[in-house]
């Protein structure tokens, strides 16, 4: 329960939203209406979104990470800069999409705590370590992109709050993109060494970026429920199409080569078929079992300690300015 609102973790408990009201609210979806905070929604819509929106938010300030111990690090001092400038907006990013999933009801410390615990999700890609000022370049270009894809897909989904939030996010990250981009160019048209660093980042990120975008559809659980309610506005595999289509043929004009033998598209259906990602590694890892989940969520956790005093500062009535003691 929070405020007075009850929110349902567990199996589906759809049958118990009036019936009228889940036809009404469903009508409203299929008329490309979208939904308030405060209009009515049936229990499991709620319960989907505040589970979606906070593993975005997590992701976000999770994702900070990997790209964050490279700021030290950075060559130069305009890309220390920019790097400086990403990580800060994926920090933000995250705040939005707190404040968005708080509409549905559930507080922020209580995501905070889900996610330190390990019960909340966050996206596979940020249990992996950024080895390489290249893998750095990668991320920013290629994961970027494949948020892109998910995140303009879904800003014309069903609840505002989630959409406006993700129209915002989508400028920024275009900006990441572009400077993702320059980098992996910077680094495809310069030394041997360059070159063969983007290459062997390129190889170490290229599954878990086909993770991504989630399990094959067939294997899919939320899928068929989050399309009919539009909150995702296209499915896992078809958001994986529309990936390779737009990158796959940018990857080979650099000179790259895709680390999947079996990657091809049919020219008569235009779908592109690939090799098997390893989907037991993607469980694996989305259950806590990948390079860095420990790692990640130990620096979490020690941020939640150390600005504790800060917030519980912040949390104080004003009137409790300190007053010197007469004597
Ligand atoms: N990673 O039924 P399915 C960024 C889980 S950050 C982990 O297909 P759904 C950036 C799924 O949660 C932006 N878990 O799920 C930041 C479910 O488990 P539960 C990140 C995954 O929800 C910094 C189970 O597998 N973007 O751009 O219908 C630097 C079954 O899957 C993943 C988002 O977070 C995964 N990849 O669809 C740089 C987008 N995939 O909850 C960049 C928001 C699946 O039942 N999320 N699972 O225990 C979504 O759009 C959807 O949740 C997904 C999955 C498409 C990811």
Redesign the pocket.
Known sequence: MYGNITIVEGPTEEHHDDPEKLAAFEAKIDRGEKIEPHDWMPREYRRQLI??IE??AH??II??LP?GTWITRAPGFKRKMALMAKVQD?VGHAQLLYSAAETLGKPREKMIEDLISGKS????VFNYPAETWADTAV?AWL??AA?II?QVT?SKGSYAPYCRALERICQE?SFHLKYGYDNVVTLATGTPAQRESLQAALNRWWKPIM?????PDKE????EK?VRWKV?MAT?DDMRQQFFNQYVPKIWELGLTVPDPELRKDPVTGKWSYGDPDWDEFKRV?NGDGPCNAERLAVRRTAEEMGRWVRQALARPQVEHYVAPLV
């Open positions: 589970r979606m593993q975005h992701s976000e994702g900070a790209e994926e999700k966050y996206s596979n991320i994961i970027d948020a998910n879904n990250e993770h991504f975008f989630g399990p899919s659980v939320h899928t989050l995702k896992n989305i």
